[in-house]
């Protein structure tokens, strides 16, 4: 038996990285939900938009984005409030975990590995978070990794952007708050998918 939760009927959910592993799983589940999901990732999604369709009933709205782009980052998330409505779950999932050594970092790949794994966050709460304090109601979660807790080596930029997250979830929490936005962190285990 699968759980029902009447508040996300409707809901207009945003999510970054939506197409493949985990942001699959929560595209699935958010439509399963009868919330109206769009998603961004760098891959073509078309497919798998196309799948969700089939196994839902509802076609999540796929906008092709590179996180890193602040600028197509804001686009795209005012193209999904026009097409569903203000975004109320704002889900922060896109991540690269490329590997480097510490000592051959350069600072193109720190700029970019952060751009990708903690940037785009604070600027997609940027966006959402207006439409959320004229509501009186919004809920941020931002996907961040145990891998930064663990005894760990090899990708040193990575796992200080995923400490980051959960700083940055924090603030925005005590920040934001009292405006009725709910902000939290998540930091699952490492997940091996087939899609």
Known sequence: MTATFPDLSGASVFITGGGSGIGAALTEGFLRQGARVAFVQRSDGTA??????????????????????????????????????PVSRLVCNAANDQRMGTLAVTDAFFDDAIAVNLKHYLFAAQAVIPAMQAARHGVIVLYSSISYMMPTTGYPVYLAANAAITGLARTLAQEFGADGIRVNALAPGWVLTDR
């Open 48 to 85: 798998f938009a196309d799948a969700m369709a089939q196994a839902t009933g509802q076609r999540p709205l796929f906008i092709p984005c590179d996180v890193s782009d602040t600028a197509a980052l804001h686009a795209a998330i005012a193209q999904a409030a026009a097409a569903h409505g």
